[in-house]
């Protein structure tokens, strides 16, 4: 084989390559941008501080329902969680005091940068999310996280969680083959990584 069509081969590769990466870049931030996640980091791992952040989880979660009520699309959630805040922080701070711990705790809303998590059956992709961050004293222990919006993790929710027509609802075709099928998408998930650092250094150049 001469050269040149070496040459014409490898381009032609290479152009199905970008094009596949992009389409499925162009998925992930449509997901980024659809989601709210709650993020719940411990004061340590100690197994006290790690218990600690689940009693915050579970009370946290047992109030979901009330502190949401009425909210049926992704703005309305947000908005929810930005006035209900120092609701939010209260109900973690009266979980802290209840089990004997003086921590301060601090929640807010943030967009902050996830790896890729696996919840129940599906797989959110690495990306950089909307959440509602709930911080236990020195937040230096492993977190919990859960998807708020669309409402997988809230009681109220059930249905949501297990129902794949109402998962639809929420979740266009190709953004529900990349979270049950990540391992087809592994390599199309590290090209995104390459890209986003090469493109990161020619940011920090210019």
């Known amino acids: 084989m001469r050269i040149r069509d070496i ?11 970008f094009t596949n990466t992009a389409q499925l870049g162009n998925t992930v931030r449509g997901l980024e941008k659809e989601v709210l996640r709650m993020h719940i980091l411990a004061n ?18 047992e109030k979901s329902d009330e502190l949401f009520s009425g909210c049926e699309t992704l703005d309305e959630m947000k908005r929810k969680a930005i006035e209900e805040k120092d609701r939010i922080n209260s109900i973690a701070q ?16 943030v967009n902050m940068e996830f790896e890729a998590k696996q919840y129940d059956d599906i797989t959110m992709p690495a990306g ?43 979740f266009s075709d190709d953004e529900l083959d990349i979270m049950k099928k990540p391992e087809e998408h592994r390599i199309g998930f590290k090209c995104i990584e390459i890209f986003k650092s090469i493109g990161k250094k020619f940011s920090d150049w210019f």
């Open 94 to 109: 009266e979980v802290i005091h209840e089990k004997g711990y003086d921590y301060p705790s601090e929640t807010e809303l």
């Open 44 to 61: 340590s791992d100690s197994e006290e501080d790690q218990s600690l952040k689940i009693a915050v989880r579970d009370r946290l979660l």
């Open 7 to 17: 040459a014409l081969i490898t381009g032609l590769m290479g152009a199905i390559v």
């Open 128 to 170: 950089n999310y909307d959440a509602l961050r709930v911080t236990i004293g020195k937040a230096d222990g492993h977190n919990w996280w859960c998807v708020m919006y669309p409402p997988l993790c809230i009681p109220a929710a059930e249905e949501v969680r297990t129902d794949e027509e109402t998962k639809a609802k929420h």
